[in-house]
T-cell receptor, first 109, second 114 residues
Framework: QKEVEQDPGPLSVPEGAIVSLNCTYS??????FMWYRQYSRKGPELLMY????GNKEDGRFTAQVDKSSKYISLFIRDSQPSDSATYLC?????????FGTGTSLTVIP | DGGITQSPKYLFRKEGQNVTLSCEQN?????MYWYRQDPGQGLRLIYY???????QKGDIAEGYSVSREKKESFPLTVTSAQKNPTAFYLC?????????????FGPGTRLTVL
């Protein structure tokens, strides 16, 4: 079983839709959770960083962590064509980062 | 502007040659990392460094070497012993101890072995 599971998609939505991206994990020691956005042939860009459980909001982006279910989510409101990218989840227990394989998102104008 | 730079952006290598990928950061971060990204496999850790003159192997260190002579610089050498070196290589850095804080990535180097 992989440490982190992420549906690769691809996911295609119309402009303005709410997007939900998810990752599940198996290691209950994870306490640092991140979401990155990666455009084609570019390095990942940090979107959200969350420590332990709870929600965090930043503009159109909301990150949720449910440690009891070992499940994290990233919500994108009012999605824009510029949000079209691959989204990577990442998490750590403090000893190593584990990355999901990424979900490819396309927002159609 | 603070950030991480990687060079070159594209690199072509003949089989049997060693190549060195550059990574520089001006964020004053202590920890630096090298990852390899292949389609469908996510990011895999090659090496990381917590401090100058100290570095540790990651999950896929075989065929790679690194040095950390300056806080700002963490070059990666892909040796001829690496059996499948064609990939996208990403350098990252973070503040404080490794794996405790968010990592910031450079733009990447795409290496192709001919």
């Amino acid at each position: 079983q992989k440490e982190v599971e992420q549906d690769p998609g691809p996911l295609s939505v119309p402009e303005g839709a709410i997007v939900s991206l998810n990752c599940t994990y198996s290691n209950s020691a994870f306490q640092y959770f991140m979401w990155y956005r990666q455009y084609s042939r570019k390095g990942p860009e940090l979107l959200m960083y969350t420590y332990s459980s709870g929600n965090k909001e930043d503009g159109r982006f909301t990150a949720q962590v449910d440690k009891s279910s070992k499940y994290i989510s990233l919500f994108i409101r009012d999605s824009q064509p510029s949000d079209s990218a691959t989204y990577l989840c990442a998490m750590s227990s403090g000893n190593q980062f584990y990355f999901g394989t990424g979900t490819s998102l396309t927002v159609i104008p | 502007d603070g950030g991480i730079t990687q060079s070159p952006k594209y690199l072509f290598r003949k089989e049997g040659q060693n190549v060195t990928l550059s990574c520089e950061q001006n964020l004053n971060h202590d920890a630096m990392y090298w990852y390899r990204q292949d389609p469908g496999q996510g990011l895999r850790l090659i090496y990381y460094s917590q401090i100058v003159n100290d570095f540790q192997k990651g999950d896929i260190a075989e065929g790679y070497s690194v040095s950390r002579e300056k806080k700002e610089s963490f070059p990666l050498t892909v040796t001829s012993a690496q059996k499948n070196p064609t990939a996208f290589y990403l350098c990252a850095s973070s503040i404080g101890p490794p794996f405790r804080n968010e990592q910031f990535f450079g733009p990447g180097t795409r290496l192709t072995v001919l």
